[in-house]
């Protein structure tokens, strides 16, 4: 009589059927995003509009964004689709993820899945607009003022619609911290004594992350490095609360 193969438990999967699970789980990832960039691109000129607006507002009167290559219009259309891809299949890509990490979980915390994808896609969202609504008003009109009378500011919508995208998804995973810190507390791999030990080294890496993912001004970077801080605090109390690690 021939019996099922049971599915191996997470521990009895090598290091190989890993990485083919992982794969799998990112496969599916680009596939929900080509999804979404197919769903939104007959929408990116409406989408392109809602993205400039926090430039526009900043631009002197009679300043314009340009672009200057003949095919720019065309891959700013599809960049544009791609940020709307990207948020759209935002609850897809969270529950691929949960599917990847739920075998390392025990089974009271896989009831969870549905709580998981919706506070994993609330926390993105809410990076998302933190960037739109405050980050990059605040930092096109410190950037802007240096320009001065004499120079005008025609700034190129392809260069924006990248550090735009960049900004964007940036501040959406780092607003992911304090969900991943729960993720690992549960997990027994970090405590809240790990991650106060290892509070300086955060400050350093906070700060490089800022210095590199937002343009090169002081303001900019600290308005990513300051919410940084914060959810690292968070994420100190979280793991303080869920930790199952335990503290030798």
Known sequence: MMTKKNKKSPNEMTLLEHIEE?????????????????????????????AIAPLKKALPEGSKIIFTGVTEAFWVRLEAALVAGIIISIPFTFYQIWLFIKPGLKDEEKKFALPFVFFFSLFFISGVLFAYKIVLPIGFNFLLRYGGQELSAMPSIKQYMSLFLRMLTAFGIIFELPIISLILSRMGIINAKDLIKR???????????????TPPDVVTQFLMAGPLIFLYIVSIAVAFVFSTKKDY
């Open 22 to 50: 992982l794969r799998i789980r990112l496969l599916w990832i680009l596939a929900g995003i080509i999804v979404g960039i197919a769903a939104t691109y007959s929408y990116s000129e409406q989408i392109i509009n809602i």
């Open 199 to 213: 509070f300086d080294y955060a400050l350093l890496i906070i700060f490089i992350t800022a210095a590199i993912l």
